[in-house]
C-alpha cells in the first residue's frame, strides 16, 4: 500500500506528496478517510490538503464524494521524457505494426519490478488487454514484461522470482520455471505469453535496442496482444522487429537514451 506514517515535523510538502502516494493502481479512488489513513496524515490536515490539491488540478472529486487524480498531474507525467520523448518517437512505428495487423500494439519500459507502459494503439478488431498508457504490470506475467526482465540486473530477477503473484490460473509462478523461460528469452530474441496476464489473449513482444557506447541496451519492449486461439505468434516477430529497430535508431539520436 501507498503513504507513510504520520511523523512529526513533516513538511507541507511532504505531506501533500504523502496524499498523492496513497493513490496507486489497485486504489485509483479513495475517500478522504482512506486517503488520511494511507498517507499517515490527521484527517484535518487531508481535508485542508484535499481542498487545495483539487483546486490546482492535481486530484478531482467525483460525485460520490471519492477522489482520483486529476487531469492537471496527467498532463505533467506526460512531459517526462519516458512519456513525451518515446511516445512521439515510437508512436508512428506502433501504427505501423497496427496497421499490418489489426491487433493491439504496446511499448514499455521497466519501472523497478513492474513494466510501465508508455504508448498503446488499438482498434475495433482488437481483443481488449488490460494495459492502459501509464499502467504497471507485473514484469513475469506479460510479454513485453519477460523481454525486459530477461535483460534486467540480477537483483531484479531475484527480485521478482522470490514471489512472482498470480494474475490467472495459466500465470507462470514457479521460479526454476520462470529462469528457464527467461533464459530462452535471452537465447531467442523474443518472448511469449499465454492467458498469463488475462484468459483469453496471448502475446509475442521484442526488445527495443539502443547502441551505448558500442553496446546494444534494451531500453524497451515493442509487443503485440492477440486473442488466445491464433497460433501464428511466432510469425508476428519479424513484423515486430522491424519496428523495434526503427524505435531503437529513433531514440539514439535522442540525449535521453544515449
Known sequence: MSGGSAAPGRSVTSRALAVLDAFD??????TLTEIAERSGTPLTT?????????DWGALSRRADGRYEIGRKLW?????????????????????????????????????????????????RESVPVVSQVGSRLPLHATGVGKVLLASAPDDVVAEVLAAPPRATRHTVVDPARLSRELAEVRRRGWARTAEEMSLGTASVAVPVRVDRAGTPVVAAALGIVVPSHRRDLARLVPVLEVAARGIGRALARTAPFR
Open 25 to 30: 493502481a489497485s486504489a485509483p479512488r479513495l
Open 46 to 54: 487531508t481535508h485542508r490538503l484535499l481542498a487545495e490539491l483539487t
Open 75 to 123: 498532463d505533467l507525467g506526460l512531459l517526462a521524457p519516458v512519456q513525451l520523448e518515446l511516445r512521439q518517437l515510437s508512436s508512428p512505428f506502433l501504427l505501423d505494426v497496427h496497421t499490418a495487423t489489426r491487433d493491439t500494439v504496446h511499448l514499455a519500459v521497466r519501472d523497478g519490478v513492474s513494466a510501465l507502459y508508455v504508448e498503446r494503439i488499438s482498434g
